[in-house]
């Protein structure tokens, strides 16, 4: 008999859902209209969980799955599922640590070009007309601000943190970071936030989110100052939304580029308006290769679980 997985978030690639389907019986809780009914009809007989990094699983939802054995997140941020609870229950959580660290890298680096430069304001300008209708084409647009040579501060010097670095280095921009301690990195070691924010031209958060804190509130963003850029491509709730809405608007802040929101998929609707940010739906790691790669791994961590084997990137 296959096991029954229940899904919590879509997976995109079709060869691993091919895969997905050949191998277990999937239960998609995600398209279920009253899921409160679909977990009470089928919850008795969930040996795993897909879900997503965002979307993680309550403690009130595995309490309803009692023979669950595995909880595959198809990401890497595990902030979103109980793991006190899992691993009391003794439920393997694993996450698809390494597959897309890449991905979320070079997307730190778009975000940050792309506020900097104002690349969604250029094509915004040239879409609706205005360039070829404007008086002054040759002077389209206010100047941007330079990218190589930023002082950039990482938030995390994580596998993510530490690909941006990277990348950032390749512009020359000197770096420097924090995080809980210093690691065996050659970039400056920063202890305090708010010094780094005020040390940095550019903020890049790349953090993990497990304490739940906004670690950049209104005193870190006041340092990052007038001139200073905030990017995450992390997790919204490491920021403080509100203080980060009134700093733009107060012109505290140069700018910022996001990819990630306190309560996705809504997004304070005072940035709609702004030519100083860059916003994306969450999809730093949504490309072909590297949502094939995670799908694999996800598929990997049912598989091993269910023979018994211990599967890569256990985080509990
Ligand atoms: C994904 C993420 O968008 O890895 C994470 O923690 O948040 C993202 O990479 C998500 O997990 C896709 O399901």
């Known amino acids: 008999m296959k096991p029954e997985i229940l899904q919590l978030s879509p997976i995109l690639i079709p060869e ?7 191998l277990f019986v999937i239960r998609r809780y995600y398209e279920q209209s009253d899921k409160a009914a679909y977990v009470a009809e089928h919850g008795a007989a969930i040996r795993g969980v897909i879900t997503g990094g965002h ?3 309550s403690q009130a939802l595995m309490a309803q799955l009692p023979q669950l054995q595995v909880v595959a997140v198809n990401g890497v941020g595990t902030d979103a599922v109980d793991l006190a609870y899992a691993r009391d229950r003794g439920i393997t959580v694993t996450a698809t ?3 897309l660290t890449e991905d979320v890298a070079d997307l730190a680096i778009g975000l940050l070009i792309g506020v900097c430069r104002g690349l969604c304001t250029g094509d915004r300008y040239v879409r609706s007309g205005q360039w070829a209708t404007s008086a002054t084409p040759l002077v389209p647009l206010p100047l941007a601000r330079q990218v190589s040579g930023m002082r950039i501060g990482i938030v ?3 596998r993510v943190g530490r690909a941006v670095a ?14 809980l301690q210093a690691v065996d990195v050659p970039y400056g070691f920063e202890p305090y936030l708010e010094q780094l924010a005020a040390d940095s031209d550019a903020l890049i958060l790349a953090a993990a989110a497990d304490q739940g804190t906004a670690l950049v509130d209104s005193r870190v963003l006041r340092a990052l100052g007038p001139e200073g850029y905030l990017i995450n491509i992390a997790r919204g709730k490491l920021v403080d939304e509100q203080a980060l ?4 608007q107060a012109g505290e802040i140069a700018g910022a580029a996001l990819d990630v929101f306190v309560d996705e998929p809504r997004v304070p609707a005072e940035l709609f308006e702004r030519e100083d940010i860059v916003l994306q739906p969450h999809r730093a790691s949504a490309t072909v290769q590297t949502r094939t790669r995670m799908g694999e791994m996800v598929v990997a961590s049912l598989v091993d679980v269910f ?6 990137g256990v985080v509990v």
Do not use: H, Q, W
């Open 16 to 22: 691993i859902r091919e895969r997905l389907e050949e």
């Open 156 to 158: 995390g010097m994580g």
């Open 97 to 99: 640590i390494g597959a």
């Open 55 to 57: 979307t993680g699983i």
């Open 307 to 312: 023979a018994g084997r211990a599967p890569k």
């Open 166 to 179: 990277v990348r950032a280095a390749a512009f020359g921009c000197p770096i420097r970071y924090t995080d």
């Open 245 to 248: 809405v009134s700093a733009l």
